[in-house]
């Protein structure tokens, strides 16, 4: 038995420092209330920029002062997280810099890019000339030089209201109408002060990576993917996803929906089953709209394919789509990409050594092509249908396209132009399909469209697949890694887009997930996203999901949908 060497327990005068315990086994030392950042200091061997921190399991700023010895793993720009807390603190950067060149002009934060980057736009007065961009850089890169502090501040929630009010920002104020905390964090940079939601760096030094660059009636603040965070890509033309995005904000303004307060107040009211029906028909108006662009070029056209990131409504849109087709004349037949998949043994495995299959090279190509050109000049095929409990591929249906038929193709890589490389251009229509939210917190605080996704995924594997919140979020990641891959590259590739956000998914969405994030584990690493959503829930208010028709999109995610058993494929 191995002798205790500890010889006895004696009162001692307690330590002036504490202790910072790192996941790789090192310590750093410091004084008692010393600020996160000025630990990282003596970590010169990080790869990418530390923006935050994770505390005893909990999100810090690099602000936070450290009063106990401490396990903390440091949060980069390669992070989610860290990339989170980058790109918030730059929007409050690129806000201050405007408001001071720009005073009294209202600038709006819209929605995302893939290339890394937020599509900006002014009100009330023409678009940023190249030269009124160049100085509104120029001045955002001083305030960088200078290292301006965030200083963050806790107000009570009515001094908050009365500040916004006396700066004319309404979507604050309507907001903040709805909050149930007594208080509110507010961020002050220079003579700047605004509500964020969410961690901010320390200073402005640490904003050295961004730009802005002119993009048809607005602009895109440039800044760096998690994987390359130090690196800004040349940010493409993005035209059809443009549009898409002015077509929803359309949408909204029909609804007299600007912000998340304003749908607030809208339910607060009693207008959820208005905002419900019109946001439903707005839906069902476009889908008639893409059904008649193939009606058009119905004497061409054979196939059609629906490709979109994870939980966009992909399955929904298509059943709509068909009924509609149905209604033109036209009968459309299914045809799974999955059934394509090679054996599981000959998959491509990805960088982990797991099976890569949202690889193109996943998919028997040559037979898909093979196939569907059979199909297309009128002979009949043994499509194949893939058992995912063997992995192996076997013979499916035998199947012919007869006149006035048409085929629907849905899958991740449906614009992908090496799919269908010996199908002529002509005979395919490309649709693009994914929720892309445009409805925010307020002009600076945008919802995410990737968030937006994630809660209608939590949603739908906890009631109709049986996984856990915990599950759904670990599984996330790998999810997102192969849309940015294998989707988002291509999305201009779509002939046409089909935005399936709703208005009003959120304050459907809340009161069932929310149950389901409470239940992640503390101690996990999923807390802490599950924690975040739960966060933004709290800003919005819930609708009765009975009021939501059953052949919503949002169906597909809660449940009761009316087109589950649907098919549009003919009798036999």
């Not at 060149?101 to 900006?120: E, I, T």
């Not at 030094?205 to 002119?214: I, T």
Request: charged content about 25%.
């Amino acid at each position: 038995m191995k002798e205790n060497t500890v010889k006895s327990i004696a009162e001692v005068p307690a330590r002036d420092t504490v202790q910072v315990h790192l996941p790789d086994g090192r310590v750093l030392e410091g004084a008692r209330g010393t600020q996160l950042d000025e630990f990282f200091k003596e970590l010169t061997d990080v790869e990418a920029p530390i923006v935050g921190a994770i505390v005893n399991w909990e999100l810090r700023e690099l602000t936070y002062s450290i009063l106990t010895d401490v396990e903390v793993q440091p949060v980069t720009m390669a992070e989610s997280d860290g990339m989170r807390i980058y790109r918030r603190s730059l929007t409050f950067l690129l806000s201050a810099a405007f408001d001071e060149l720009f005073p009294g002009v209202k600038l709006y934060v819209d929605h995302s890019v893939s290339s890394g980057g937020y599509f900006c736009r002014v009100a009330d007065r023409s678009p940023l000339s190249e030269q009124e961009l160049t100085s509104l850089e120029h001045r955002m890169k001083e305030i960088v030089e200078q290292d301006v502090p965030f200083a963050k501040m806790k107000v009570p929630l009515k001094t908050a209201i009365d500040y916004f009010k006396a700066k004319g920002y309404t979507d604050k104020v309507r907001l903040l109408a709805h909050r149930r905390k007594p208080h509110l964090v507010l961020y002050a940079m220079g003579g700047m002060q605004d509500y964020f939601h969410g961690y901010m760096v320390p200073s402005t030094r640490y904003l050295k990576w961004f730009r802005l660059a002119k993009t048809v009636d607005g602009f895109t603040l440039c800044f760096p993917r998690r994987h390359r965070p130090i690196h800004l890509q040349d940010p493409p033309q993005y035209p059809t996803l443009l549009t898409t995005f002015r077509l929803y904000g359309d949408w909204l303004t029909a609804l007299g929906i600007s912000s998340v307060g304003a749908l607030n107040d809208a339910i607060d009211s009693g207008m959820s089953r208005k905002v419900i029906l019109v946001s439903e028909a707005l839906h069902e108006r476009r889908i008639a709209e893409i059904a008649a662009q193939i009606y058009e070029k119905r004497d061409q056209l054979r196939v059609v394919l629906v490709a979109g990131p994870s939980s966009s409504g992909k399955t929904t849109f298509s059943k709509r789509l068909s009924i509609q087709l149905l209604a033109l004349g036209l009968s459309p037949i299914p045809i799974e990409m999955d059934n394509f998949f090679i054996d599981r043994e000959l998959t491509p495995r990805d960088e982990a050594g797991e099976y890569d299959f949202e690889s193109l090279e996943a998919l028997d190509v040559d037979r898909l092509n093979h196939d569907l050109l059979q199909l297309i000049k009128g002979e009949t095929v043994q499509l194949p249908k893939y058992d995912f409990m063997t992995g192996k591929q076997e013979e499916g249906d035998r199947v012919e396209l007869h006149e006035g038929e048409i085929i629907i193709f849905e899958g991740i890589h449906g614009l992908n132009p090496e799919l269908l490389p010996q199908i002529p251009s002509d005979q395919t229509f490309r649709i693009y399909v994914s929720a892309l939210t445009q409805l925010n917190l307020d002009r600076f605080n945008r919802v995410s469209t990737t968030d937006t996704r994630l809660l209608r995924r939590i949603v739908r594997d906890a009631t109709q697949r049986g996984y856990t919140a915990m599950e759904t979020i670990r599984r996330w990641e790998s999810v997102r890694r192969g849309e940015k891959m294998y989707i988002f590259p291509y999305q201009e590739n779509a002939d046409t887009m089909f935005n399936s956000a709703l208005v009003y998914e959120a304050s459907a969405l809340g009161p069932l997930a929310e149950p389901l994030l409470r239940q992640v584990p503390y101690r996990r690493a999923e807390h802490i996203e599950a924690k975040r959503l739960l966060t933004f829930l709290e800003w919005i208010l819930p609708i009765d999901p009975e009021l939501i028709p059953d052949n919503s999109i949002m169906r597909e995610f809660i449940g009761g949908s009316i087109l589950k058993q649907f098919t549009p494929w003919r009798s036999p």
